[in-house]
């Protein structure tokens, strides 16, 4: 008498593995989508944070910083007198940054400059940093880049 074999069949086994597969293919989009605007998040909180850290600087210390928008180098950089000083931020490959080569002079005292910095994903969405010319405080926002 036969006894009867447990396991499952190559048959079974396909349909799982397809299933596997469709729910695979179905969320993968969403997921990868939801991964760029994590990334844009972060490099225009990146921004905001180190055009910050710019205005304390110039404010603290009372020194002339220039700031350095190079989006051919994907970067930020930070220039002052004082020897050997130079921050750089350095943005993620997939993050772009839009517009010309631009340089801003930050003065201890006087207004801070009307700076906008446009980030774009590679999915084609946009973040704008303003650094507020009363304040000097940068704000986010998700509208769309200026043509």
Known sequence: MRRPQAGVTLVEMLVVVAIVAIITGISFPAMSSGLESIRLKSASDSVGSFLNAAMNRVDR???VLELV????????????????????????????LLGEERHFMLMPGGAPPRVTITLSSSKGRHKLIRLDPITGVPAVSDEAAPL
């Open 61 to 63: 210390r009372q020194e």
């Open 69 to 96: 928008l190079d989006p051919k180098q994907n970067q930020l950089v930070l220039l002052s007198t004082e020897p050997g000083f130079r921050h750089t931020l350095q943005l993620p490959q997939s993050i772009a």
